[in-house]
């Protein structure tokens, strides 16, 4: 595969960005997963597994951290990340990650980190977990290393993330400023053509400032009706044979209104109803509004069909599995592969930066 083919040097490029949590549910999917898949056919696309941010919470115990990385990478290959379109890495096989990352922190106002809304809320929400380290206060930080890493001056980066990110980006948009205005050397308007300019416009970049691409996130709960979290135990994996879907579909929470098999209910206020707006065709919704609202279906029948939508979302997703954990050591290659990519592209950034600060 040559890096031609993959467009490296494309100047439309997309960055984003997971924790290694293990096998990835529903929830993920459409959160994030389904839209990746979807931009590798128009960007430059660069997705690597977060292990080093995993550590920001769970340092006293990394023991699941590999396992789960390869868990991630695995299931986003199942999904349909193709690596011949996109590179695929491991965040901490790129070195530079850490070294952007501690050369920002040097011009990084303390007061920048301390008031991202994500900080106090977590260590408020986490509280069997001592976060009162260095590295967490640091950790969007480090997602702004993340970010710019893989800007080109001139070109555009967008990182697709959901509404609870876009703090960390917006952060990562005031440290390219930042970064910009302190070591980027002005430019001389005579030497565009001597058109007028205001000082803002001579302002060259070295570090592009990314975009957020907001993901569209669909209402999806879980079984008991909460949102669908790996933390509640109420997930369907991208993983789960058919049996257990239905299994784990069966007794999933319903419209509280229908109490009995002859009361109408309504798929507006069902949980069911709305994993069928988003895994069944228009039919099957016509289907369920008409046979739910008229007592005309029984819901165990409507989560039939429900079950019946997932298994064929899921269906081209296990086949791809099958493949590839019939070839030992092929995720591993993918991902070594696409993070000797990824550190050619970051080391170029690497260098303007390190030069910029007097280190080169
Ligand atoms: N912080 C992100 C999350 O918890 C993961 C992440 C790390 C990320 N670095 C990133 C996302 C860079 C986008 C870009 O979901
Ligand atoms: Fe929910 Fe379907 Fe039962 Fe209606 S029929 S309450 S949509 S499970």
């Not at 303390?110 to 900080?119: G, Q």
């Not at 879907?245 to 507006?268: Q, S």
């Not at 029984?298 to 069909?305: D, H, S, T, V």
């Not at 590839?324 to 000797?340: F, T």
Request: contains cysteine; charged residues 20%; aromatic residues 6%.
């Amino acid at each position: 595969m040559s890096d031609s083919a993959l467009q490296v040097n494309n100047d439309r490029r997309v960055l984003s960005g997971m924790r290694p949590t293990g096998k990835l549910h529903l929830g993920n999917y459409m959160g994030a997963l389904h839209n990746w898949v979807r931009l590798q056919h128009a960007y430059a696309c660069f997705f690597f597994v977060a292990d080093v941010h995993a550590l920001t919470t769970d340092y006293a115990d990394p023991s699941k951290v590999p396992s789960y990385t390869h868990e991630v990478a695995l299931d986003w290959l199942s999904a349909g990340l193709d690596p011949e379109r996109c590179t695929i890495f491991v965040q901490s096989h790129v070195k530079q990650h850490y070294e952007l990352h501690t050369l920002l922190s040097m011009m990084t106002p303390l007061s920048w980190l301390e008031r991202v809304p994500t900080y106090k809320d977590q260590i408020e929400n986490l509280q069997e977990k001592d976060l009162a380290m260095y590295g967490f206060l640091g950790y969007p930080l480090l997602q702004s290393a993340d970010i710019l890493l893989y800007g080109v001056p001139g070109g555009s980066l967008h990182v697709p993330v959901g509404a609870d990110q876009v703090a960390h980006v917006e952060l990562t948009r005031e440290v390219a400023r930042r970064f910009n205005h302190m070591y980027a050397p002005k430019a001389d308007g005579k030497a565009r053509g001597g058109t007028e300019q205001n000082a803002e416009n001579l302002q060259r970049e070295l570090l592009n400032e990314p975009q957020v691409l907001l993901t569209p996130t669909p209402k999806l709960p879980g079984t008991d009706g909460r949102k669908m979290s790996k933390s509640y135990g109420n997930f369907i994996l991208l993983s789960d044979p058919e049996a257990e879907i239905r299994k784990k579909l069966k007794p999933m929470v319903t419209d509280p209104a229908r109490v009995r098999r002859t009361d109408p209910g309504n798929p507006d206020r069902c949980p069911v109803g709305d994993l069928h707006k988003v895994f069944s065709t228009a039919q099957t919704l016509a289907d369920v509004y008409a046979g739910c609202t008229t007592a005309g279906i029984g819901c165990i029948e409507c989560k039939g069909w429900l079950a019946d939508a997932v298994v064929r979302e899921l269906a081209p997703m296990q086949e791809r599995r099958a493949k590839y954990e019939a070839q030992p050591g092929l995720v591993r290659e993918i991902l070594a592969a696409g993070s000797h990519r990824a550190g050619l592209v970051a080391e170029a950034t690497m260098q303007q930066v390190r030069a910029a600060m007097g280190l080169a």
